[in-house]
């Protein structure tokens, strides 16, 4: 099909088959391997013993649209009518797409950052959309002005923004959020926002939803997953919320991608999303000691890293290690050293930018992340 020529398969599911077949420790695709909140996971055995097994209604089981909208005015203090403005999504990436799809007519252009996660440059291409970028460069990753406002013109739709970004791990600053929603007002575009790492932030940064500045809220569609703030990648249970039209908009597309989500996951997130204070602080302090304990490791081996404020990745040039093209590094280095990442370049139009950068992902057992330190400083 043309629309997805070049497209192949994903980078994650390449490396997760090279992890495999060489029993390599698996840095490159961010899924944890240990499991979240046990009562997450008991209401979702509760929720099959319980009989919850059929469609589900096309929006959402009520009780996750309220625990999303209760959710949102708990933590940033937006107001959401759960009936009309929330929609539960197979996973952010079903958002994504038909968002996109949504709002895109062919031709349209879409800003977005590069390098940008895998599924924005499909979903824009399915839509028959445009890309239009401005580059994120190692090892800080600031957004540059010039190139932000020069991927804008008449033809721009919408933003396509994720923070915090993957695979950079940035957490975009408050200037910088300015900055990108003060033209997306000044050319009356949508700003899509992929906050699914909103709950992973280290230190004493904050995640800023774009919903929550001044005059947002009825031009932005937020995007989030339960897979990263419950350490459940599997269950694929996303929402997407914002103003009642659009998001009735993304409603009749995503009836005819996938109907419905699955049916018990569900009421399940819903009771994740009530959890204490606690819970949610927890989670992101032990993720971030891992992030701590591979940066070091990283680091004393003498690579250059970028500290990622936030996610599950963290971002190293790998040039001390023999690295000269990211993507053929990392199709060697489960045979060679037994660990995978995954190479940044894929997420680039402009491939230079991140010619010898490797993203490794530290939501693994401690353990699993001092091994692979081991294994990559003996290519040194
Ligand atoms: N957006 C980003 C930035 C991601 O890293 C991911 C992968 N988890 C997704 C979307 C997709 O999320 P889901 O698994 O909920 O579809
Ligand atoms: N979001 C995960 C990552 O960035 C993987 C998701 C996928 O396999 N598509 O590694």
Redesign the pocket.
């Known amino acids: 099909m043309h629309r997805m020529q070049g497209f192949g398969s994903t980078i994650f599911a390449e490396m997760s088959g090279l992890a495999v077949e060489h029993g390599a420790l698996n840095l490159g695709q ?1 899924f944890p391997d240990t499991d979240g909140p046990q009562e997450v996971l008991d209401a979702a055995k509760a929720a099959i013993d319980g009989g919850r097994n059929q469609y589900p209604p096309g929006a959402g089981v009520p009780e996750l649209l309220d625990a999303i909208a209760v959710h949102q005015k708990r933590f940033y203090g937006l107001d959401l009518d759960p009936r009309r403005e929330v929609l539960v999504t ?7 797409a038909a968002t996109i799809l949504a709002l895109c007519e062919p031709g349209d252009e879409v800003v977005t950052f590069e390098p940008y ?1 895998d ?1 924005y440059a499909a979903s824009v291409s399915l839509a028959g959309a445009v890309r239009r970028t401005s580059v994120l460069r190692f090892p800080d990753f600031a957004v540059d002005e010039e190139s932000l406002r020069a991927a804008f013109s008449s033809r721009t739709r919408l933003v396509l923004l ?1 923070t915090p ?2 695979p950079t791990g940035k957490v975009f600053t408050r200037a910088e959020l300015d900055l990108i929603c003060s033209l997306a007002r000044e050319h009356d575009a949508w700003v899509v926002t ?1 906050e ?2 909103e709950h992973l932030v280290f230190d004493d940064l904050e995640h800023v939803p774009v919903a929550t500045l001044p005059g947002m809220a009825e031009r932005t569609l937020t ?1 989030s ?4 703030t419950f350490s459940t ?1 599997g269950w ?3 929402w997407v919320s914002g103003p009642a039209e659009a998001v009735a908009a993304v409603r009749t597309v995503k009836q005819f991608l996938t109907y419905v989500g699955s049916g018990p996951f569900q009421p399940a997130v819903a009771v994740g999303l009530g959890l204490g204070d606690d819970v949610y602080a927890g989670l992101s302090r032990a993720l971030q000691a891992k992030r701590d304990l591979l940066v070091t490791a990283l680091g004393d081996i003498g690579l250059d890293v970028s500290v990622p404020g936030g ?1 599950y990745f963290v971002v190293a040039d790998a040039a001390p290690l023999g690295a000269t093209d990211a993507l053929e590094f990392c199709r060697a280095l489960p045979a060679r050293a037994g660990v995978a990442g995954v190479p940044v370049s894929v997420f680039h139009d402009d491939v230079e930018a991140a010619r010898t950068l490797v993203r490794f992902a530290f939501c693994k057992q401690d353990d699993v992340l001092r091994e692979a330190a081991v294994r990559l400083s003996a290519l040194r």
Do not use: P, R
């Open positions: 961010g197979v996973g952010a990436t079903e958002a994504i996660y599924s994720n970004h993957n992929d699914v790492y995007i997953s339960a897979g990263k990648t694929k249970v996303g996610t």
